[in-house]
Each structure stands twice: as C-alpha cells, then as structure tokens.
C-alpha cells in the first residue's frame, strides 16, 4: 500500500512538471513561468566556488562575463529536467557569442550520473556542481526542479522565475522580454 501511495505522489509531481528536490525548503513548484514569486529576485549572490561537469573552477564572476545568465537547477533524479535538456542546449547554442549563458546547477550533487545524463542528452551548456555557498544561497530557495532564474551581469537575480520545466519558445520569450529591459 505504501508503494502504490509513492508511487502516485510520484506520478502527481510529474505530470506537474517538477520534482522534488531533497531538503531544499522553498514555494512549491509548477510548469507555468512566472506565476510564482521568485524568493530571490534583487538578491546578489554571493561569492562560491563549484566545479563544472569538466573539472573546472566556476565562481561568481561567471555573472560579470555575461549581459544575462539563465541559471537552471535540475537533478538527475527529475525526468522533466532532463526533457528539457536538448531545448536548453538549443537555447546556448541560438544565444552564442550574444552575452547570454545558460549555466545548469545540478542541486543532487551527483557528478557521474550529470555527466552521463547530459553526454546522452547532447548538452553541453555548463552545468555545475553546487559548493556550500551556493547550495544554501541559491539551490535551498527551492524545493523542487526544474526551477530557473535569471541573474544580470553584477550578479543580482532578476524578477523572473520559470516554475518547473519549459521549451525552447517559452525561455526564448523570457529571455528576449529580459534583454529589452
């Protein structure tokens, strides 16, 4: 019986398009954009160190780098994070050399199943393992994933937040309604 029960829960939090995270207190989450507030919008966040799926250093400065940075948090344990996958490597791949970065923050911390789930997923977009910093200021914000927001180039979040998973179209319209403003 207490299989059947999880199992539902589980089908429930799917067909919302989200997942839970684990141990992450926040709003509840949804597959519309910005029909939540964002708990972090006008924050800066502040200085981390993680490491990316390659073994490199990415800290905070990755902001300064970019006009726009669209931060998504997805776990290997969320089949909406990684259906949406191809979309925002689509994504990077339509904003190349504009100012905009998609940087992936996989809030499980499993490295070895990130790396197999983006190779399969032909993403390539830059997708970080959280540290401390980072984990408690951004990835604790939210109690599920996908979860997406948008940070300018001196690091501060912006309004917008796109609750649960979306396509190509959807973060294209939010990212092109961001870089009019």
Known sequence: MKKAIAMALILVVWLAGGCAAPESPGPSGSSTASSKTN????????????????????TEQVFRQHTLTMVNLWGTFCQPC???????????????GS?????????????A???????????????????DSLEKNLCRAFDYVPATVFVDSNGRVLEELVSGSSNLEGYSRVIDRLLKK
């Open 99 to 111: 100012g905009v970065k998609i940087l992936g923050v996989v809030v499980d911390k499993d490295a």
């Open 113 to 131: 199943a990130a790396k197999r789930i983006t190779a399969s997923a032909g993403a390539v977009f830059q997708s970080v393992i959280p540290d």
């Open 39 to 58: 708990p972090l919008a006008g924050q800066v966040i502040p200085a981390f160190q993680a490491v990316d799926l390659n073994g490199q250093v990415v």
């Open 82 to 96: 990684i259906r949406e996958m191809p979309d925002l490597q689509k994504l990077q791949d339509k904003h190349q």
